[in-house]
């Protein structure tokens, strides 16, 4: 059965949010691609568009847009995605998977495009994250008091 580990990027706030994504809402990534649409329901987020971003498969190869089909290859890159040189000018062979999301690959990354009615953080985690934090923060707190 395919699994996923979607990270959602909020370009409004600044902050990801990972998503483990499994059974049937997995089988909507299979065979899409880098740049393609997908629902937001799928990862948890109903009335949200996310836009697919990149990805990377079992074993950390990073997914290209440029690669076509799902297959690995190594190119010839530069300064990109993948690959950052110390000097400037400095080209290397690496490999890289293709743009297509297939069960090989564990990790898709994307971003919201379309916002829905409610908020990000009370989808995914059902309460405000600032709450728990408060009380987590409090707990600590007592048990200092004690020692």
């Known amino acids: 059965m395919v699994e996923f580990q979607v ?46 971003t990149g990805g990377s498969d079992q074993d950390g190869f990073p997914m290209r847009a440029e690669i076509p089909q799902a297959t690995r290859k190594r190119i010839l890159v530069s300064d990109s995605v993948g690959f950052n040189p110390t000097d400037d000018g400095v080209r290397r062979k690496k490999t890289f998977r293709g743009n297509e999301i297939s069960p090989e690959i564990t990790q898709v990354n994307a971003k919201i495009v379309d916002r829905g009615p409610e908020d990000v953080e009370s989808l995914l985690y059902g309460e405000d994250e600032e709450d728990e934090e408060g009380e987590a923060e409090d707990e600590t707190e007592a048990e200092g008091e004690e020692a």
């Open 7 to 52: 990270i959602v990027g909020d370009p409004e706030t600044g902050k990801t949010h990972s998503v483990e994504v499994d059974g049937q809402h997995a089988n909507v990534f299979v065979r899409k691609r880098i740049g393609e649409e997908v629902d937001g329901m799928f990862v948890g987020l109903p009335g949200y568009t996310v836009e697919i």
